[in-house]
Nanobody, 125 residues
Framework: QVHLLESGGQAVQVGGSLRLSCVAS????????MAWFRQVPGEEREGVAA??????TYADSVKGRFTISQDHAKNTLYLQMGSLKPEDTAMYYC????????????????????WGQGTQVTVSS
C-alpha cells in the first residue's frame, strides 16, 4: 500500500510563510493524484489543493497564496503557503489516489484512499 508521511507544520505569525512536505512510499500507479486537505475540529474537512501530473486545482480560499507542487524524483509532495491568516490554522493532511478521477472531484475526500497522519499548522493572531 501507499504510505504518506507529512512534515513541516508549526506555529507561524500572521503574514508568514510555511512549506509542508509529504513523502510517498510504496506502489504507485501510472497515474497518481495527490492533494492537501485541512480540518479544524468540529468543521468539515476541506480540500485545499490537488495535483496530477502538471495539472493543479485550488480551493478559492487559498488561491493566490498557496502553491502545490511535487518532486517526482523524491516522491515528495509540497504545499508552499504564504500570506498566512489565522483562518489557515488547521490540521493539514496529505492524500493520494490511484488517479483517473475527473478534476472537478479532486478536492473531495472520496477519491483518496491513502492519508497521512496530519501536521498541525497554527497561525498566531
Amino acid at each position: 500500500q501507499v504510505h504518506l508521511l507529512e512534515s513541516g507544520g508549526q506555529a507561524v505569525q500572521v503574514g508568514g510563510s510555511l512549506r509542508l512536505s509529504c513523502v510517498a512510499s510504496g506502489p504507485m500507479g501510472s497515474q497518481q493524484c495527490m492533494a492537501w486537505f485541512r480540518q479544524v475540529p468540529g468543521e468539515e474537512r476541506e480540500g485545499v489543493a490537488a495535483i496530477e501530473d502538471v495539472t493543479t486545482t485550488y480551493a478559492d480560499s487559498v488561491k493566490g497564496r498557496f502553491t502545490i507542487s511535487q518532486d517526482h524524483a523524491k516522491n515528495t509532495l509540497y504545499l508552499q503557503m504564504g500570506s498566512l491568516k489565522p483562518e489557515d490554522t488547521a490540521m493539514y493532511y496529505c492524500a493520494a489516489s490511484n488517479g483517473g478521477t475527473e478534476r472537478q472531484w479532486w478536492l473531495e475526500s472520496g477519491p483518496y484512499s491513502y492519508w497521512g497522519q496530519g501536521t498541525q499548522v497554527t497561525v498566531s493572531s
